[in-house]
């Protein structure tokens, strides 16, 4: 079963736009993961940000992370078409060497 | 390329088939993840090795799927007697576990997949 959920399901912006997606997720947590998945195609990792962090940043890329909340966010700034694709957030709970990934956001940008 | 590989990309087969799935990790990655993925869900585990010890199992994982990784490197997937629900795509993933402050799971590297249709 999914630990966490995005929000939104989807999204559709223009480029250069800015995207955010949310994740939310149940149990207490070592890591907070970010993957991107194009059609069809395997995932490939974005970013990694630990439990004692509350702010991550890799290129066009900002994360952020709330533990109290069990929530993170993904700020994708001056979106392209590239971009488009599936964004999945993923944990690993304490005690445990797996990841559970959430229900994905679908974006779209458009040119 | 030197990246995580899966043979084949997709395979369809009858029901009550029997079918198997390679996985090819990054050659200097111990850890190999199994996962299962169906249309418009996130990926969900099935199982993962360490070298070729499998460690942890899905309740997913029915006694109709083995995994193996006899030499700590390649993997495979079998499943037998093949179901109409088993259809989805087979993901592989390796990572560099390391002994590190970094507690957890590190970052993951996923094949392209094998999409499996059982009609």
């Known amino acids: 079963s999914q630990q966490g959920e995005e929000d939104p399901q989807a999204l559709s912006i223009q480029e250069g736009e800015n995207a955010t997606m949310n994740c939310s997720y149940k149990t207490s947590i070592n890591n907070l993961q970010w993957y991107r998945q194009n059609s069809g195609r395997g995932l490939v990792h974005l970013i990694l940000i630990r439990s004692n962090e509350r702010e991550k940043h890799s290129g066009r890329l900002r994360v952020t992370l709330d533990t109290s909340k069990k929530s993170s966010s993904l700020l994708i700034t001056a979106s392209r078409a590239a971009d488009t694709a599936s964004y999945f957030c993923a944990t690993d709970r304490q005690g445990f060497q797996k990841l559970v990934f959430g229900t994905g956001t679908r974006l779209l940008v458009s040119p | 390329d030197t990246g995580v590989s899966q043979d084949p990309r997709h395979k369809i087969t009858k029901r009550g088939q029997n079918v198997t799935f390679r996985c090819d990790p990054i050659?200097?990655?111990?850890?190999l993840y199994w996962y299962r993925q169906t249309l418009g869900q996130g990926p969900e585990f099935l199982t993962y090795f360490q070298n070729e010890a499998q460690l942890e199992k899905s309740r997913l994982l029915s006694d109709r799927f083995s995994a193996e990784r006899p030499k700590g490197s390649f993997s495979t997937l079998e499943i037998q007697r093949t179901e109409q629900g088993d259809s989805a795509m087979y993901l592989c993933a390796s990572s560099p576990y390391r002994v590190t402050k970094l507690a957890g799971v590190h970052e993951q590297y996923f094949g392209p997949g094998t999409r499996l249709t059982v009609t």
């Open positions: 050659s200097e990655h111990n850890r």
